[in-house]
C-alpha cells in the first residue's frame, strides 16, 4: 500500500488566494483527520471524519477553512481567502475506525500523510 | 479536557547516550498513552503505546512505562544512534474523545 498521499508537497501563494489541498486515504480506512502544525501552536486537530461524515470540526479556525470528503478515500481542506497567518504544514492521517454510534470506539494508530508546506506571502 | 506536556527541546545527544524525554498528561478516565516519531519531512508514525497502568510499551530499544501514580509516560533508549534525530510526540485517548491529543513535541539531535 502506498500509504497516505498528500498533494502538493509544497505550495506557495499570494494572500487572498485560495488554497486546496488533498489528501488520499489507505485503501479500506474510513476515518480521515486533518492536522496543522507550527511551531507556536504545534500539532493542531482541525476537523476529523468517520466513514465520509464531519464528527469534530471545532478545530477549524474559522469560516475561511472548509473540508470535504467527496467520497470515502478522498479528502479536501479548502482555504479561502487565504492569509499568511495560514503558512503551516498541513497534515491528514487516517485510520480504521470500528466503532458505531452504539458501541464507539478510539482511533488510536493513524497513519499519517507527508504533509503540505503552505506558505501564504 | 485532556492535555499531555513534553520536556521542552531541543535534545542533543552524542551517539550511544541516554535518553529520556519527559511527559506528563492530564485526563478524564483512563487513558491509553502513545509516543509517535516525525522523522524529517514526513509524516507521525505510531512509535509505542501503552493502554493500562504499568504497562510498558516498546519498539526499536524505545521504552516508556504507564505510570498512574505520577500521570507520567515517560520515553527512554538506552543508547541512541544518529538515525533517532526526529521529532517525538506524546499523546493520549481518554474520556469521550474519538481522536489523540498530542503533545508539543521534543526534537531530537543524535551527533555522531
Known amino acids: 500500500d502506498a500509504g497516505v498521499i498528500q498533494s502538493p508537497r509544497h505550495e506557495v501563494t499570494e494572500m487572498g488566494q485560495e488554497v486546496t489541498l488533498r489528501c488520499k486515504l489507505i485503501?479500506?480506512?474510513?476515518?480521515l483527520f486533518w492536522y496543522r502544525q507550527t511551531m507556536m501552536r504545534g500539532l493542531e486537530l482541525l476537523i476529523y471524519f468517520n466513514n465520509n461524515v464531519p464528527i469534530d470540526d471545532s478545530g477549524m479556525p474559522e469560516d475561511r477553512f472548509s473540508a470535504k470528503m467527496p467520497n470515502a478515500s478522498f479528502s479536501t481542506l479548502k482555504i479561502q481567502p487565504s492569509e499568511p497567518r495560514d503558512s503551516a504544514v498541513y497534515f491528514c492521517a487516517s485510520s480504521f475506525y470500528r466503532g458505531t454510534t452504539d458501541r464507539p470506539a478510539t482511533n488510536e494508530k493513524l497513519f499519517f500523510g507527508s504533509g503540505t508546506q503552505l506558505s501564504v506571502l | 479536557g485532556n492535555s499531555v506536556t513534553q520536556m521542552e527541546g531541543p535534545v542533543t545527544l552524542s551517539e550511544e547516550a541516554f535518553l529520556t524525554i519527559n511527559c506528563t498528561y492530564t485526563a478524564t478516565g483512563y487513558p491509553s498513552l502513545f509516543w509517535y516519531v516525525q522523522y524529517p519531512g514526513e509524516g507521525l508514525q505510531l512509535l509505542l503505546k501503552?493502554?493500562?497502568?504499568?504497562d510498558k510499551g516498546s519498539n526499536k530499544g524505545f521504552e516508556a512505562t504507564y505510570r498512574k501514580e505520577t500521570t507520567s509516560f515517560h520515553l527512554e533508549k538506552g543508547s541512541v544512534q544518529v538515525s533517532d534525530s526526529a521529532v517525538y510526540f506524546c499523546a493520549l485517548i481518554s474520556g469521550s474523545a474519538r481522536q489523540l491529543t498530542f503533545g508539543s513535541g521534543t526534537q531530537l539531535t543524535v551527533l555522531p
Open positions: 485503501s479500506g480506512h474510513n476515518s
Open positions: 501503552a493502554t493500562k497502568a504499568d
